[in-house]
């Protein structure tokens, strides 16, 4: 490309209209046209502009697309056609921020939100929050006008009464702040369900419930004869604010440290870590301080964050797991105070935590809270009409297997098998499920027709799904003494080496998986060597033994079906029982 040649592709313009759907564009062509929106100096050069974009959208890849191309076509009588060009650009991209700024707090589902009857107000998110901008925008006017007059402002513009005659009642001006106030604090406790709510949406329906307190205690500041009420509304703008601060810096901080947990974004010794546990120890100290006035006893969302920072922080698990439990009955029983993507990831973060105490103890009980959780998940998935991600789905579906709840996973198989998003493959991730469910309720041969066959599952980039069709296929290959025959051979040979190399996987999940693999044919070996009476009772014994104390010390993938195969063959043994191998 010759140094005179500047394409227009890396832009923020153009970079911004890629972003915009073809509904979207359509109507910033109405603001482009408007001269409300678009400034007189340069309206047509705006409006030529946008229409010699447009038509090479959605991809914008033609090579034409450079300034001085662009500055010839639509100023060639310019002087300076590509200072030109970029005037107009930065005046069009001034004027495609005010349509998203409209789009993001007028517009829902491609339609204008009017404010329209109060309770529809209630009803829509976008709708709520805009007429609360208008109630805001209109309580500052009559702020400023009445009791901060500008000098340009008219004097004595309210009316006076005529001396005599039949006296009106005339509205007085200083009732237009009052009503206003009180019509959005009624509106703002109405409001009491989030749910439907966006991230954004959220934090501004605390933010301008602050916002509306704050106008409150200025404007009657301003009164001298009701300052002291200022002066009370002050406090109670204080509150507001401190609402809004907690809901926002609890959620950030308790992300940040679940993040933490379970991927280490910052390192040891790093100034990120650093300043992280500094933050998180003056965030706790202000928590318990918070508590020891029973602060959160009022408001059950900052409770839900109350209990869910102490579960993150605290080590000892006869206090976690009791933190883990309330917290949960917290979320079920108040679901409906926060965002439905915000209630998903407070599931998560607690599912995260009972996986790893089930990993340390392996107690089934900790499965079965994560069982819970799935189907509050499920129920929100059937309400909203949402598909489901594979990684979600995988984690659900083989939950249910482990736990036996057969007969719920298939049904769960059946509905969300045709919603799965974020594969390439989603028939495969429900043809490895199937196969599970499958082998699950003992249907060894069905199960290895439904599992595709390594060169099938070994096209998938999901490393999670890979490894779980790789030790399904041991499991399977084990059950019908196929595991070290030409095939078998060949194909946990392929698979181990794909698995040790590699790197997505965490250390400790990859050690597991290959940990795995040694005890099934550890295990395999001797299930041969006594059908062919190839080794004595008591060598037989000792090996079994041997792989199951190495069970107990080093965690591994599907430790229970390996324990199972452990007393299987302990019990067909013609002496001694395994009396002393007592499950988990």
């Keep these: 490309m010759s140094p005179s040649v500047i394409p227009m592709q890396d832009s923020p313009l153009v970079r911004t209209l890629q972003l915009l759907s073809p509904t979207e564009l359509d109507d910033l062509e109405k603001f482009v046209n408007s001269p409300i929106f678009n400034e007189a100096n340069r309206f047509h050069d705006t409006v030529r502009l946008f229409g010699y974009l447009r038509a090479y959208y959605p991809h914008f890849s033609a090579p034409e697309l450079d300034k001085s191309t662009a500055g010839r076509a639509l100023f060639p009588t310019r002087n300076q056609p590509e200072t030109e060009l970029e005037r107009t650009m930065a005046q069009l991209m001034h004027i495609v921020k005010q349509f998203i700024n409209f789009r ?48 340009d402002f008219p004097k004595n513009v309210l009316p006076e009464l005529q001396a005599g005659g039949k006296k009106r009642r005339v509205r007085r001006a200083e009732n237009f702040f009052r009503h206003l106030y009180d019509e959005l604090k009624e509106t703002f406790d109405a409001q009491q369900r989030f749910e439907d709510f966006e991230e954004y949406e959220f934090s501004d329906f605390y933010y301008f419930r602050y916002l509306a307190e704050q ?37 950030q901080m308790c992300r940040l440290l679940h993040l933490q947990q379970m991927a280490m974004p910052f390192e040891e010794n790093s100034d990120e870590h650093r300043r992280l546990m500094t933050n998180q120890k003056l965030t706790v100290k202000m928590i318990k301080l918070l508590a020891k006035h029973d602060y959160h006893r009022e408001d059950p969302s900052i409770e839900l964050y109350f209990t869910l920072l102490q579960l993150l922080v605290k080590k000892k698990p006869e206090k976690t797991d009791a933190l883990a439990e309330h917290f949960f009955h917290l979320l079920r029983q108040h679901a409906a105070l926060v965002p439905m993507r915000r209630f998903r990831d407070f599931n998560v973060m607690v599912r995260s935590y009972w996986a790893r105490r089930y990993r340390q103890v392996r107690d089934r009980r900790f499965l079965e809270q994560i069982f819970l959780s799935h189907q509050e998940d499920v129920e929100q998935l059937r309400r909203s009409g949402e598909d489901i991600q594979s990684s979600h789905f995988q984690s659900i579906l083989f939950n249910a297997i482990k736990l036996g709840h057969l007969d719920w996973a298939e049904a769960f198989l059946r509905e969300f098998a045709p919603r799965i998003t974020a594969t390439p493959d989603p028939p495969l991730v429900a043809d490895v499920g199937q196969a599970m469910l499958a082998f699950a309720r003992g249907q060894f041969d069905r199960a290895a027709e439904l599992l595709p066959h390594y060169f099938i599952y070994g096209t998938t980039d999901d490393p999670n799904l890979y490894s779980l069709a790789a030790t399904l296929d041991v499991r399977i290959r084990y059950e019908r003494n196929t595991l070290l025959d030409e095939e078998g051979t060949n194909m946990r040979r392929a698979t181990y080496k794909r698995i040790k190399e590699n790197k997505t996987l965490l250390p400790e999940r990859r050690a597991s998986i290959l940990g795995f693999y040694q005890a099934a044919v550890q295990l395999f070996r001797q299930k041969e060597k006594a059908s062919l009476r190839a080794a004595t009772p008591e060598q037989l014994r000792r090996e079994v033994e041997r792989i199951w104390n190495s069970l107990e010390v080093t965690p591994v993938v599907d430790s229970e079906w390996l324990r199972d195969k452990c007393r299987e063959l302990l019990a067909n043994l013609p002496s001694k029982s395994e009396k002393h191998l007592n499950a988990p």
């Design 215 to 251: 106008e409150k205690a200025i404007y009657e500041s301003l009164h001298e004869w009701s300052a002291q009420g200022g002066f009370v509304n002050l406090l109670v703008a204080t509150e507001s604010l401190d609402r809004f601060y907690l809901l926002s810096k609890l959620d």
């Design 104 to 151: 993001y707090s007028a517009v829902k589902g491609g339609r204008v939100v009017r404010s329209g009857r109060k309770q529809n107000v209630l009803k829509s998110p976008v709708s709520l929050l805009n007429f609360a901008r208008k109630q805001l925008a209109l309580m500052r006017f009559y702020s400023e006008r009445l009791l901060q007059k500008p000098a």
